[in-house]
T-cell receptor
Framework: TQLLEQSPQFLSIQEGENLTVYCNSS?????LQWYRQEPGEGPVLLVT?????EVKKLKRLTFQFGDARKDSSLHITAAQPGDTGLYLC??????????FGTGTSLTVIP | GAGVSQSPSNKVTEKGKDVELRCDPI?????LYWYRQSLGQGLEFLIY????????KSGLPSDRFSAERTGGSVSTLTIQRTQQEDSAVYLC????????????FGPGTRLTVT
């Protein structure tokens, strides 16, 4: 059962543009994580958000956890080619079980 | 320090054969997860080991899939009588096991069933 839906599934933008990726669920999670995966490698953690309404910034990346802890968004400002990759959200249950989203494949064109 | 390692990196097998995939987690990590990923897609949970507790096998797609973790360290995922739909990248991750802790992923094993 896929509990987390991400949108869009694919995104191709020009360098310098802004974008937002959404991660939605009908389930409540104790926390939510965002990972980025490059071809041939495993996902790497970007951020963990824990509190409803929490906003975290990582350089040009801004992550927000929904007030009800069911959804999250990732906003990238002035995208760079190095941002290219597969972005995955993961909801974490109270039992430390991870539920990964469907993924968003981002391509930033120089 | 060493990260999570997986072997083999690539495996091509004939339909109907059995395969074993190995995962060496980060030393001291009590939690170990197996996932399956189709090309460019999200991760499908397979199985979760936490310390000495009984594993959570709720994600295993059929009884052809099994996994064990010996001595709380190395884990092996076994797929019996492989089918073409088993072709995917199999990812292993380990974690300190504390709440909301980060998962550290291996590079994966790409399995192709011909």
């Amino acid at each position: 059962t896929q509990l987390l839906e991400q949108s869009p599934q694919f995104l191709s933008i020009q360098e310098g543009e802004n974008l937002t990726v959404y991660c939605n669920s009908s389930s409540v999670f104790s926390s939510l994580q965002w990972y980025r995966q490059e071809p041939g490698e495993g996902p790497v953690l970007l951020v963990t958000v824990v509190t409803g309404g929490e906003v975290k910034k990582l350089k040009r990346l801004t992550f927000q956890f929904g007030d009800a802890r069911k959804d999250s968004s990732l906003h990238i400002t002035a995208a760079q080619p190095g941002d290219t990759g597969l972005y995955l959200c993961a909801g974490v249950s109270t039992g430390n079980q991870f539920y990964f989203g469907t993924g968003t494949s981002l391509t930033v064109i120089p | 320090g060493a990260g999570v390692s997986q072997s083999p990196s690539n495996k091509v097998t004939e339909k109907g054969k059995d395969v074993e995939l190995r995962c060496d987690p980060i030393s001291g990590h009590t939690a170990l997860y197996w996932y399956r990923q189709s090309l460019g897609q999200g991760l499908e949970f397979l199985i979760y080991f936490q310390g000495n507790s009984a594993p959570d096998k709720s994600g295993l797609p059929s009884d052809r899939f099994s996994a064990e973790r010996t001595g709380g360290s190395v884990s092996t995922l076994t797929i019996q009588r492989t089918q073409q739909e088993d072709s995917a990248v199999y990812l292993c991750a380990s974690s300190p096991g504390t709440r909301e802790s980060e998962q550290y992923f291996g590079p994966g094993t790409r399995l192709t069933v011909t």
